[in-house]
């Protein structure tokens, strides 16, 4: 029914779009990747130079430790970006639909339901451009079900004899460990409806992956499965966080210490060691829309303690980074009005330059609110984002959202800089570069205001050399 897959477009030139289907044409020479964007700017950068000494891809719209080498292996060979959406999606035999899916900010289940409205209107292109059959397949994480609105609104306004199957294959990648993950992942989701041409799309997707993925990490479920799965295995993870952060808080005060607790329960191989490292919250894009869209289906569904139960799991990441704030303003004798808090890492995690959602963003919101001067060091996030993520908006009697500023946050380009006079040094994201192998404490050290605190938001550092050199050091989940 649907022939082997030979031409890919996949809609959406995103932090997922861009890197897997960069990984596809990499794996798999035979077939012409075509990504697309409605953004200009995005394609653009896609599309840019590499850099004249260093031969990197510097300019390219999302940052991930091994993509610009393979950006520059297969762009105009069998990789493409561009602008023109139609064409690519009328050439392709399979579209992945890789948009953004974020959470409504008005109308019914503002707050909590995704909105689908890219979703939608990709759907309603391919439906309208589409001049022959094709697999469609959502890459782009959606509620329970979506598949089947994109069915009524392909089928209703597709071309006589054009024929459409929808694939669910959600996708698993962390950022910063995007290209690992997309080469060696530990299952490739595909999810189907049990007729004979779905099947056969399913058996089509799968044989793409099978160029470098061992057919028994495919796991092939109905469509519903497929779409659930990925929301569950986000709440599952964040909640993992949401509780190693609970148990830190009980550490602070009795003097157990969170890495000898996570330890010791990850050593049971029913629990397992990873994703039990404590820190001042979760970020990221996905984990909490995910989540309060898993809330809000389990609501709709007339399932309240369901919805309750999950809700918890970020009412437990907001009071976790509120309380990482309080904490420093407390020990900093209860007032930082007017004193130099440095920042090290302002991005969601490591090796990425993504700040979406990033706990510091509420960290050093609410330092600014305690008229604080905060100075800034991370080393991808340009200095612009941290500002956009920062300034103060009004609205105006108009409505009218109006940028108030960001007088009093400095972005610094070292960390060494940003420490400078400091009265504490505040570690928001893990970089390697700030462990106290990679950064000279001591000189930090007599850089700074005494006594000199640091609070370590990731539980990452040395708390022992660091004391020795001088600090007062306060670590999430390690009492005084
Ligand atoms: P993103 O915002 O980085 O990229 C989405 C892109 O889609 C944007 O560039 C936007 O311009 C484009 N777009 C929107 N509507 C379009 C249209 N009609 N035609 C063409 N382009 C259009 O988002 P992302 O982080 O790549 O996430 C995409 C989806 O993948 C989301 O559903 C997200 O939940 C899911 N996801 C994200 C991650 C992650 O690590 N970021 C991981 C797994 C799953
Ligand atoms: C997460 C999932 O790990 C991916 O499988 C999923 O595909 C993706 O969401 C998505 O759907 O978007 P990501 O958000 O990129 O990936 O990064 P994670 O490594 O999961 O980290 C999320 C946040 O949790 C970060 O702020 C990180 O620092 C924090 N974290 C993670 C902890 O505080 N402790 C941990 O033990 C692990």
């Not at 004249?52 to 891809?57: N, V």
């Not at 709440?235 to 190693?244: D, Y």
């Not at 990482?324 to 090290?344: D, E, P, S």
């Not at 890492?345 to 600014?368: L, W």
Request: glycine share 6%; net charge negative.
């Amino acid at each position: 029914i649907h022939p082997p897959v030979r031409s890919i477009c996949c809609i959406g030139a995103g932090y997922v779009g861009g890197p897997t289907c960069s990984i596809i044409a990499a794996r798999c020479p035979h077939i012409d990747v075509t990504i697309v964007d409605i953004n200009p700017a995005r394609i653009a950068a896609w599309n840019s130079d590499p850099d004249p000494l260093t031969g990197d891809l510097t300019g390219l719209p999302v940052f991930e430790p091994g993509l610009s080498d393979i950006v520059k292996e297969c762009r105009g060979r069998n990789l493409f970006f561009s602008t023109d959406v139609d064409e690519a999606i009328r050439k392709a035999d399979l579209v992945f639909v890789s948009v953004n899916t974020p959470t409504k900010k008005s109308g019914v289940g503002a707050g909590y339901a995704a909105d689908l409205h890219y979703v939608e209107s990709s759907t309603r292109r391919i439906a309208q451009v589409a001049t022959s059959s094709k697999i469609i397949v959502e890459k782009s994480t959606v509620p329970c079900r979506t598949a089947s609105s994109m069915r009524v609104i392909l089928e209703s306004n597709s071309r006589p004899g054009i024929h459409f199957d929808i694939l669910s294959n959600p996708e698993f990648l962390a950022e910063g460990t995007a290209m690992r993950d997309l080469q060696a992942p530990d299952r490739v989701l595909i999810g189907s409806l049990d007729t004979e041409s779905g099947q056969c799309a399913a058996d089509r997707l799968s044989e793409v992956y099978e160029n470098w993925v061992p057919a028994e990490r495919i796991y092939m479920t109905g469509l519903w499965s497929s779409e659930l799965s990925k929301l569950a295995a986000n709440a599952l993870l964040a909640q993992r966080i949401s509780s190693i952060n609970s148990l830190a808080a009980i550490c602070e005060s009795t003097g157990a210490s969170i890495h000898e607790v996570a330890h010791a329960c990850g050593l049971d191989r029913r629990i397992g060691p990873q994703f039990l490292q404590a820190s001042v919250g979760f970020g990221g894009s996905c984990f909490q829309k995910d989540i309060l869209n898993l809330v809000y289906l389990s609501e709709s569904l007339g399932l309240t303690p369901v919805a309750n139960y999950w809700k918890q799991v970020i009412e437990m990441n907001e009071w976790s980074k509120n309380r990482f704030a309080h904490k420093v303003v407390q020990t900093l004798f209860n007032t930082i009005t007017g004193k130099k808090v440095a920042v090290l890492g302002f991005s969601f995690k490591d090796n990425t330059g993504d700040t979406r959602e990033s706990p510091a963003i509420t960290v050093c919101r609410f330092f600014r609110r305690e008229l604080a001067r905060v100075s800034i060091y991370d080393p991808k996030v340009p200095e612009a984002q941290i500002h956009a993520d920062l300034v103060d908006r009004e609205h105006d009697a108009t409505g009218v959202v109006a940028p108030q500023g960001t007088n009093n946050v400095t972005v610094c380009s070292s960390a060494l800089e940003a420490c400078k006079d400091a009265e504490a040094v505040v570690v928001l994201s893990p970089w390697r570069e700030f462990r106290c192998e990679n950064l000279d404490w001591g000189h930090i050290y007599e850089n700074m205001s005494k006594p000199a605190f640091v609070f370590d938001g990731r539980a990452m550092l040395d708390a022992e050399k660091l004391k020795k050199i001088g600090f007062k050091v306060h670590a999430v989940g390690t009492g005084p």
